[in-house]
């Protein structure tokens, strides 16, 4: 997992802080991505396509990420499609462009 690094940000009143503070959130920015690291299908999948595998967030931009709100509806659910894509070409089972499924025989 060397390119994958478990950030951990502190939120308050729904934005990040530099530092824990009284009343501050532990948040793990790429909880959301350990299936893609802890998967070598699914992993190989994301890096063929050139799909993020982390969150990006760097201290220079401290409120530049998604809202936890959005990862959890979004982020989650279009990494957990792209998995299952990556789980069942690698069972032999293609998805077309349009995600027709297609069994070859």
């Given at each position: 997992?060397?390119?994958?690094?478990?950030?951990?940000v502190?939120?308050?009143?729904?934005?990040?802080?530099?530092?824990?503070?009284?009343?501050?959130?532990?948040?793990?920015?790429?909880?959301?991505?350990?299936?893609?690291?802890?998967?070598?299908?699914?992993?190989?999948?994301?890096?063929?396509?050139?799909?993020?595998?982390?969150?990006?967030?760097?201290?220079?931009?401290?409120?530049?990420?998604?809202?936890?709100n959005?990862?959890?509806?979004?982020?989650?659910?279009?990494?957990?499609?792209?998995?299952?894509?990556?789980?069942?070409?690698?069972?032999?089972?293609?998805?077309?462009?349009?995600?027709?499924?297609?069994?070859?025989?």
């Amino acid at each position: 997992m060397d390119e994958y690094k478990r950030e951990v940000v502190y939120i308050k009143d729904d934005s990040i802080v530099p530092k824990h503070e009284p009343n501050s959130e532990r948040y793990y920015l790429n909880r959301v991505y350990e299936v893609v690291q802890e998967n070598t299908v699914i992993g190989n999948y994301f890096k063929k396509k050139g799909f993020q595998l982390s969150n990006s967030y760097t201290k220079d931009q401290p409120n530049r990420v998604f809202i936890r709100n959005f990862q959890q509806a979004i982020v989650k659910g279009a990494i957990g499609e792209e998995g299952v894509k990556a789980l069942l070409q690698h069972a032999g089972i293609e998805i077309e462009d349009d995600d027709a499924i297609s069994i070859s025989s």
